[in-house]
């Protein structure tokens, strides 16, 4: 009996537990390790601060998927690895060994030069840590003459969450303000002049107020490079990914940031028996971004993978090939969306109808998986 372990309920194992139902693996013992046994879908944190889903219908209840795919799943997190021993500990101090290993761990939020900010610092991951938090947040802003929220970091994330915010703020009749702090080199890089464009437009349309300057915190806000000082009841942090802290003594090779290194396969390049899929790898042969498109679609080709080597360690695997130019939905508050694609974009309600089409279709598809959907095929 060979063991596989699926450490983190992300967008790719997501995929292998799909597979693992449809056609499940005689011989084996499937484990998931993962802190909850919901997985909180990002693509609609900002539509779920804005109030149009509920926390339920944003995340996708892995018990039904685990039990059809006949997978035990462990939730705890893993506290430390040794790749050499093919062994994890669990926060509860439990040791799980495996033959075959594969992270989907995501990352956490960089809050480097923020930690003075204390309680008033929340980051966007982990997501059950912010799930559980914005309500508070939302709650005070209400009663609070003057409530001032400030969002941190000029990726698609930090826009869209300011933007929900703002719109959040405005239903629940809060007199708040939402500002926006993107760093000095400017908002979404690496998306078209055009997109930043309408997005700043938007920002203003809405009232809120943008700085682009490098920002630490300090106790009660932030503090910017020219020494101006910002007062924040709240600072929201979406300042970019950095890797989980324990795979620094994983023995796994890691690039300078410290993500695992992998080939096109997603296989490590120092572990065969260890693959990593999304935030937490870099891939050795292109440039790819952080971003949940990429997890979502490697997902299918590391279950294959999975699948081919635990039939035979030395079969060929597939490559996952990312696209040049991925399609990047910017919901906007209320249910209107600016679209981002290599040199095009696009904005309107209908953009947001796509948007909530897709991630809707999303949880749908891994939450109509049961033990009775799959006896029926
Ligand atoms: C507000 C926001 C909006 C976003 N919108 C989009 C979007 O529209 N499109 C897009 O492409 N990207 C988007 N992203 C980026 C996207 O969230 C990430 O790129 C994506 O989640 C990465 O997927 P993943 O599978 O690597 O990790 P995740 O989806 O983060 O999953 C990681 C899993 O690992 C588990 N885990 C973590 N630590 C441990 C541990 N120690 N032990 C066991 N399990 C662990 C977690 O609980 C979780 O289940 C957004 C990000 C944010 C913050």
């Not at 101090?93 to 008033?120: H, K, P, W």
């Not at 239903?171 to 400017?186: I, Y």
């Amino acid at each position: 009996m060979k063991r596989l372990v699926l450490v983190g309920g992300g967008h790719a194992h997501l995929s292998v537990l799909d597979k693992l139902a449809q056609k499940p693996l005689p011989g084996c013992e499937v484990i998931l390790i993962t802190p909850n046994r919901y997985q909180n879908y990002s693509g609609m944190l900002p539509g779920w601060i804005a109030g149009h889903y509920t926390r339920e219908q944003s995340r996708v209840d892995l018990q039904p998927l685990v039990a059809a795919s006949g997978v035990t799943m462990i939730t705890e997190s893993v506290t430390a690895m040794s790749a050499d021993a093919r062994s994890l500990t669990l926060s509860d101090g439990q040791q799980v060994t495996y033959d075959l290993l594969s992270l989907d761990i995501g990352s956490e939020t960089q809050t480097e030069g923020l930690s003075a900010l204390g309680t008033r610092l929340l980051p966007v991951k982990p997501l059950d840590d912010f799930f559980d938090q914005w309500p508070e947040i939302q709650k005070k802003a209400a009663h609070q003459k003057e409530y001032a929220l400030v969002v941190i970091g000029g990726g698609a994330a930090g826009v869209e969450l300011a933007f929900a915010a703002q719109y959040a703020l405005q239903r629940v009749g809060a007199q708040g303000h939402v500002t926006l702090v993107v760093s000095s080199d400017g908002m979404l890089k690496g998306h078209h002049p055009s997109v930043r464009r309408r997005v700043m437009a938007y920002a203003r349309q809405v009232g809120i107020v943008l700085y682009q300057q490098a920002a630490t915190g300090v106790v009660d806000g932030l503090l910017f490079a020219d020494g101006h000082r910002i007062y924040a009841d709240q600072v929201i942090a979406a300042t970019g990914a950095k890797p989980l802290p324990w795979l620094r003594q994983s023995g796994l090779t890691l690039n300078e940031q410290g993500y695992i290194l992998v080939d096109g396969c997603h296989r490590t390049l120092s572990h065969p028996e260890v693959f990593a899929v999304g935030d937490t790898c870099a891939r050795t042969d292109v440039q790819m971004a952080r971003s949940g498109v990429h997890a979502v679609k490697a997902g299918p080709v590391l279950a294959d993978n999975l699948y081919a080597v635990l039939a035979d360690s030395s079969a060929h695997l597939k490559t996952y090939q990312p696209r040049k130019s991925s399609l990047y939905l910017l919901a906007c508050g209320p249910q209107y969306a600016i679209a981002s694609w290599g040199r095009v974009s696009f904005e309107g309600r209908w953009v947001w109808r796509l948007k909530d089409w897709i991630d809707r279709g999303f949880i749908k598809r891994y939450s109509q998986i049961n033990e009775s959907s799959v006896n029926k095929n």
